[in-house]
């Protein structure tokens, strides 16, 4: 038997593989540009949280001006806000009028969101975009429109009166002050039941048809429910949102005596010739305290939110109910919402603008003149204030949407350990009513050692920090659906190729993220453009915004200027939300 000789073994050679040294990356003063990143973001949202916060408690407990030296603590200013000056009164008032306002926005917002996106009425797209139209002006501007056209003297007033003989309404009430400022926040509810609703899925409510369900017991047993958690969001975010609002309550309240937490601030604040900056830090505290129980309780109740979850991965195509000859009950429902609560308003506030005297006891086209736009122009004071809006909501924009960008990125996509706080301090602000922030400032600016506080308070770049504090929470819930949207393998990818967290950042998220930005930017710029409180104690005579500038020609009753001003914000404002809706046209993740 032959044996196979042996053949020796060779010895094989992988080749060697290639090391290639990990790139290095600049490093700050010795420590990590990502970690820099991430500490920079926190303390930066921090001071800007507690700057307003810890004066604003801090003067309360004081029995005197922080700005004056040997000051004592005490309690006495919380015991003097509770006793003296008719405070509980203006709380009551406040809760009333709080209440009102936020049944009247769910009695407004919820139907019209259930007819608009679940049933097959007439004309629901553009019935869908109209009801977010009061969004984009100020419910100061909306104030105005009012009592142009429905106030005792108002041009739809007098006509009613001269037909019925009375007037059906008052507007100088707690009710008249709820039904405008309902009127200028059911937008807001609306876009949360709305987005509910086209998020959620069909198969429950074919569910119930198959069993026989018609059309209206499936809205009272399926979707209202589905309600739940928008609802009671938007509802404390009205409520709370009501408690802060200054514009309203000053225009209606004022002049009959009804005062509530806004108005008692600005008062006491603004108005008064030797302001008693105790009660003031007190009477904010209360505010501020009451505004932190509510979304402490708004969290609670959406505990268990869970359970209402009814988007799933197979989700279908809702259907759209049929409610017969009631659905052009609903358009007309929400034609008055839009045409009697809106569009008619803003017109009469419009034609004020270019008339001399606006009343129906004169044919308003007789009285036709530029002569308010022509005093608006003339005097530097107000065009200053028109110059100033837009340095305030352009350069604020682009800053609030910066940090809110990296906040956002920080909070969502790194591994910093304290990257939940991030999310919480950038959200805080919405639980800070703006005249809170406005004094909290103007306190925190004053307290500055070495007479720092001097350089920033009364000028624009105060008024853009605390615009820009109350934007920030909008900005930050804007950006963060697309953040989440990205897929984490983009993250990991980069990272296997070497990238530090930094680097992936602006090579990868950053581009990706630029038409949420752009989206935040305008949202941001709207709501800039429309906020006006806390410029009320951070302005001066120089750094006037629009706001502050219709406020003072309200006051002295020159009604043609402010319907002038209120008309060239609005169309500054209708003109850059028009441009950027062509440039973002077709890009869906804007």
Request: a positive charge.
């Amino acid at each position: 038997m032959k044996t196979l000789p042996e053949v020796a073994e060779v010895p094989t050679q992988t080749p060697a593989r290639t090391e290639f040294p990990a790139p290095k990356y600049r490093r700050i003063l010795g420590a990590d540009r990502s970690q820099l990143l991430y500490w920079s973001t926190i303390v930066i949202l921090a001071l800007l949280v507690l700057a307003p916060v810890v004066p604003t408690l801090y003067q309360s407990v004081m029995d005197r001006p922080l700005y004056e030296e040997g000051g004592l603590f005490t309690t006495e200013n919380f015991t003097r806000l509770f006793t003296e000056g008719g405070f509980g009164q203006v709380a009551l008032n406040t809760l009333m009028f709080a209440v009102l306002t936020t049944v009247m926005t769910l009695l407004i917002a919820v139907p019209m969101a259930i007819v608009v996106v679940r049933t097959n009425i007439p004309g629901r797209k553009f019935f869908g975009t109209a009801m977010q139209w009061p969004f984009f002006i100020s419910s100061l501007i909306l104030g105005f429109g009012w009592i142009t056209m429905y106030g005792p003297a108002g041009f739809a007033s007098v006509q009613v009166k001269r037909v019925l003989g009375f007037l059906p309404w008052d507007l100088y009430t707690i009710p008249g002050m709820a039904i405008t400022e309902a009127v200028a926040l059911a937008p807001i509810a609306y876009v949360f039941c709305a987005n509910a609703l086209r998020n959620s899925d069909a198969s429950l409510e074919g569910a119930a048809q198959t069993v026989g369900a018609g059309p209206f017991r499936i809205l009272w047993s399926v979707i209202i429910p589905m309600l739940r958690p928008p609802m009671v969001y938007s509802s404390v975010l009205v409520f709370s949102m009501s408690i802060e609002t200054l514009s309203i309550p000053l225009l209606y309240g004022q002049p009959v005596g009804i005062t509530v937490f806004a108005t008692f601030l600005y008062k006491n604040g603004l108005q008064s010739i030797d302001p008693d900056y105790g009660i003031l830090g007190a009477a904010s505290v209360i505010i501020l305290l009451v505004t932190i129980l509510l979304v402490a309780v708004q969290a609670k109740l959406l505990k268990d939110a869970k359970r209402f979850v009814s988007v799933r991965g197979k989700a279908t195509r809702p259907r759209l109910l049929d409610l017969g000859w009631i659905k052009w009950l609903s358009v007309a429902f929400i034609s008055v919402y839009v045409v009697i609560g809106a569009l008619v308003p803003i017109l009469g506030l419009v034609m004020r603008s270019f008339t001399k005297v606006f009343t129906p006891l004169q044919n308003p086209l007789q009285s036709l003149t530029m002569g308010n736009y022509q005093r608006i122009f003339e005097f530097p004071v107000y065009l200053a204030s028109i110059r100033n809006s837009l340095i305030v909501a352009g350069v604020g924009a682009v800053l609030v949407s910066v940090l809110a960008v990296v906040a956002v990125v920080v909070a969502k996509r790194s591994t910093f350990r304290y990257r939940k706080v991030i999310e919480y301090l950038a959200l805080a602000p919405q639980a800070m009513p703006g005249l809170i922030i406005g004094i909290g400032l103007f306190w925190a600016f004053s307290f500055l050692p070495f007479n720092m506080g001097s350089f920033v308070q009364g000028t624009i770049w105060a008024i853009i920090i605390g615009f820009g504090l109350r934007a920030l929470p909008s900005a930050f819930g804007s950006i963060s659906p697309a953040v989440m949207q990205i897929g984490e393998e983009l993250d990991n990818a980069a990272r296997v190729n070497g990238a530090d967290w930094m680097r992936m950042f602006i090579r990868v998220l950053a581009k990706l993220l630029t038409p949420a930005f752009v989206a935040a930017m305008v949202l941001t710029f709207v709501v800039m453009m429309k906020e006006y409180s806390p410029a009320i104690f951070l302005g001066s005579a120089d750094t006037n915004i629009i706001g502050t500038t219709m406020l003072e020609l309200w006051v002295q009753g020159n009604t043609g200027s402010v319907a002038a001003l209120a008309t060239i914000q609005i169309a500054i404002t209708a003109a850059f939300v028009g441009i950027a809706g062509l440039l973002m046209k077709g890009k869906k993740d804007a």
